[in-house]
């Protein structure tokens, strides 16, 4: 079965938890205006799935291969 992502909006607590952070963070990304818009749904905030799709893949990301934790504590 295919899922239209188009149709299926996410409340702030389905974000948040999408991205391991609180609600709070969610809010203040909306604010600050680096989030994708939500909408209102019958009183109820909620973001199109296929909108936090799209601003995940646009995310830069990487990984650290070797860590120096010693340096990082002598700081």
Do not use: H
């Amino acid at each position: 079965m295919t899922v239209n992502t188009e149709t299926l909006y996410l409340s702030v607590d389905q974000v948040a938890q999408r991205f391991g952070v609180s609600k709070d963070s969610i809010w203040r990304w909306k604010r600050d205006g680096v989030f994708p818009k939500p909408y209102k749904l019958g009183g109820s905030t909620r973001w199109r799935l296929s909108d936090i799709e799209d601003w995940e893949s646009r995310l830069t990301c990487g990984f650290v291969t070797d860590l120096d934790v010693g340096a990082l504590m002598a700081r």
